[in-house]
């Protein structure tokens, strides 16, 4: 068992590790060995590359865009598969979870032929572009991903909450707003980031609703066939460094939130014991 981790932590964080150190050699050739001194170099060589740059900043936006789309469709599909028939979920389940199973190249091409024959017909050009084609073309697939996630969420809601509502007079809208959406909170966060990151990382789609335009994956496919340097390797590092920051500050909010709900559970208990205190004293002085 020992060394099966060894060799599957060694197969999954030794491109990471190779990648760290090269990053600070001072080699033109990303390469250990040898390692020919420390430097920084490399990551201001990154921050000059204004392809690189532009791409990463191409990314970033689409990858927001992407977000505000898929994430409220998502929702939307979920809601509306705990309210079709019984007998209908599955072929709705079948319908809205296809894009999933549709490669990304498809996807990319059909969007692309789609809404030129669309922008064409309706004269809207402002459709036909790589930025918007690229994100309805991410948004077809990664709202499906979303709706995973909210129906494992809706999967543990108590549908008698809704009920109670509506019987005390709310509206659907009240309903939604002070029930069922901060009960949806944690995955439409959770949804959110998968969204993000599917768009961010995303080559397949992209490659080809992008159109003349370039993302960070595109600039780095290009730059891969051309040879790779120390410059990627940087920015793999720069990547990770996020990346890890960003997983510890989400873990320190939500320890401290679990720490304020604990205290304010126990300030609750404390009040309610005090009061059965109180009120049995009163039923024996009585």
């Given at each position: 068992?020992?060394?099966y981790?060894v ?7 030794g ?19 040898p390692?020919?001194g ?32 898929s ?88 549908r ?24 949806m909170?944690p ?100």
């Amino acid at each position: 068992m020992g060394v099966y981790i060894v060799i599957f932590f060694a197969y999954l964080f030794g491109p990471l590790l190779i990648m760290g150190v090269t990053a600070f050699n001072k080699s033109a050739y990303p390469q250990i060995m040898p390692f020919e001194g420390f430097t920084l170099d490399w990551f201001s060589v990154l921050a000059a590359d204004k392809d690189m740059i532009y791409g990463l900043q191409k990314s970033l936006w689409i990858g927001f865009l992407v977000v505000l789309v898929s994430v409220p469709i998502g929702l939307a599909g979920a809601l509306v598969m705990t309210q079709v028939y019984a007998r209908a979920r599955s072929f709705y389940y079948l319908i809205v979870v296809s894009p999933v199973l549709t490669p990304g190249v498809i996807i990319g091409i059909s969007t692309v032929v789609f809404w030129r024959q669309a922008t064409q017909m309706t004269g809207l050009k402002f459709i036909y572009d790589g930025t918007v084609l690229t994100v309805l073309a991410q948004s077809s697939f990664i709202s499906a991903y979303t709706m995973l996630i909210f129906l494992a969420r809706l999967a543990r809601f108590d549908r008698t909450l809704e009920e109670a509502a509506l019987d005390l007079g709310a509206s659907r809208a009240q309903v939604f707003r002070h029930v069922l959406l901060p009960f949806m909170l944690p995955a439409i966060g959770s949804a959110a980031v998968i969204a993000f990151l599917s768009s961010f990382e995303n080559y397949n789609t992209t490659t080809f609703a992008i159109l003349a335009d370039k993302t960070l994956t595109t600039v780095l496919a290009g730059r891969m066939r051309q040879g790779t340097t120390p410059a990627l390797s940087a920015l793999a590092v720069a990547v990770v460094a996020v990346t890890v920051v960003g997983a510890i500050l989400f873990e320190i909010v939500k320890r401290r939130e679990e720490a304020r709900a604990k205290a304010r559970a126990a300030t609750a208990e404390k009040a309610f014991n005090a009061e059965l205190t109180a009120d049995a004293a009163g039923a024996t002085a009585a």
